[in-house]
């Protein structure tokens, strides 16, 4: 299990620090609603993110083969998709570099203004953007590869799960919390993201995504 921890630590970092969620946090905290629209983000994030993970892993399972073959077609599709990542991170670090530094989507201006239900669909959709995609299947497969029971493989989901949306779930707790000390916090953390989350999740993804290559061509 210890390898298998130390695959997901670095591929759950890179979803935890996803630039579209945190920006979507921020929006909703601060909001009029944030209480209710916050918790109902977080669970939907919640949600999201475990299910594709474990459906990452089922499907890995599923791959044909005898063992080795199995363990030979893990590592191919690990260096596909740790090939995927790394570029996605160049295309969004070009794209980056073309539109100066711009804004986010239109639609994270008005999340604020979203009810419960929507911002908690919100949450389950933004698994399913192609970079969540690949870091669940990629943290499927290391699942998958350590070939341990099924109470052990929950506990890598839940793992990967609770770290991949930990900078959604603890400003929404503490700003439910102590609402006047995060506020100044997240006006602030609004204007960092605004200037430079892009460029750091993409140079994560470049980064995971050669890690992700690294293991598949070792497996």
């Known amino acids: 299990m210890g390898q298998a921890l130390l695959q997901l630590i670095p591929l759950a970092l890179a979803a935890a620090l996803s630039s579209v969620p945190i920006t979507a946090t921020i929006f909703i905290?601060?909001?009029?609603?944030r209480s209710r629209s916050g918790?109902?983000?977080l669970v939907g994030t919640l949600l999201g993110t475990f299910a594709t993970v474990a459906l990452a892993a089922v499907a890995g399972q599923a791959l044909p083969g005898r063992p080795r073959e199995h363990d030979a077609l893990v590592g191919k599709v690990e260096v596909a998709i740790g090939s995927a990542l790394?570029?996605?991170?160049?295309?969004t670090l070009a794209r980056r570099s073309r539109a100066g530094s711009g804004s986010g989507p239109s639609w994270l201006d008005r999340i604020g203004t979203f009810g419960t239900?929507?911002?908690?669909g919100i949450g389950l959709a933004?698994?399913?953007?192609?970079?969540?995609i690949l870091l669940a299947a990629a943290a499927g497969l290391a699942i998958?590869?350590?070939?341990?029971?099924?109470?052990d493989n929950l506990g890598l989901v839940v793992f990967y799960t609770v770290i991949a949306t930990c900078t959604v779930g603890v400003p929404i707790v503490a700003t439910i919390l102590f609402p006047r000390r995060m506020e100044p916090r997240l006006l602030s953390a609004k204007g960092w993201i605004a200037a430079h989350s892009t460029t750091v999740g993409a140079a994560m993804m470049i980064l995971i995504g050669g890690f992700v290559v690294g293991v598949g061509l070792s497996s």
């Open 29 to 33: 905290l601060l909001s009029e609603s």
């Open 126 to 132: 933004l698994n399913l953007r192609p970079k969540a």
């Open 86 to 91: 790394v570029l996605l991170g160049v295309v």
């Open 144 to 151: 998958v590869g350590a070939d341990l029971a099924f109470r």
């Open 117 to 120: 239900l929507s911002v908690f």
């Open 39 to 41: 918790l109902g983000f």
